[in-house]
């Protein structure tokens, strides 16, 4: 007699969950004694080169309402366009700069912000050179995989109309969504995860 196993049911698929903050950013938390700054709060000190900025924005959801509970990470190239990170083999990055960053949405406003400095440009796997981007990853309750973007800066079209990834955004009216205005040192880049105008994100 031929027996086959029991047919289940396929498990709920796992999400950050609402304990992101908790484990990541404990301090932010009111969680203390863990470390003594939540990591990757600071990215520059006062010997740190380069051009200092701030980038702030909000992360909404597909309603347009501000996501409390979202969790943003950066990475970028220093002022030279070098990465802080030992696959990096075209020079020394600046040690007075980490390259990464993190921080939590500032509660029920879903406003996150980073003090770092403009990047230098880096090349694309065809050497062609990019333009001046921060690589941002996005996490939050509901969310499966954590989401993986760009941001681009407005003061730098000629750079951003040569940019190979950007070229392959088939729809032009879509790379807006990747550029961030410029008003003094600040550049404001909000993140839409669904609905109108909907950042575009990668599949990395």
């Known amino acids: 007699m031929t027996t086959y196993p029991a047919i289940v049911k396929e ?3 796992q999400t950050a969950g609402p304990y992101v903050h908790i484990g990541l950013t404990p301090n ?5 004694g863990v470390y003594d700054a939540d990591l990757g709060i600071e ?9 200092r900025i701030n980038i702030q924005g909000r992360v909404l959801d597909g309603s347009g309402a501000p996501v409390a509970d979202a969790l943003v990470e950066i990475w970028q190239a220093d002022s030279s366009g070098l990465y802080n990170s ?3 083999r075209r020079g020394e990055a600046d040690p007075n700069f980490t390259g990464w960053g993190r921080c939590p949405t500032n509660g029920e406003s879903g406003v996150y912000s980073f003090a770092t400095i403009k990047p230098g440009r880096v090349p694309y796997v065809d050497g062609r050179l990019m333009a001046p981007h921060i690589t ?3 996490v939050a309750r509901g969310i ?3 989401l993986q973007t760009r941001m681009y800066f407005g003061d ?3 750079a951003n109309a040569m940019d190979p990834v950007l070229e392959k955004v088939r729809q032009p009216d879509r790379i807006e969504t990747l550029i961030a205005a410029r008003k003094g040192n600040v550049f404001g ?7 109108d105008r909907e950042t575009v994100f990668f599949d990395i």
């Open 86 to 88: 030992p696959a990096e």
């Open 156 to 158: 730098e079209a000629e």
């Open 144 to 146: 499966n995989l954590g």
């Open 43 to 51: 990215m520059v000190n006062d010997k740190t080169k380069g051009e």
């Open 136 to 138: 941002f990853w996005i």
């Open 11 to 13: 498990t709920p698929s």
């Open 28 to 32: 932010h938390c009111g969680i203390t």
């Open 189 to 195: 880049f909000d993140i839409r995860l669904q609905g």
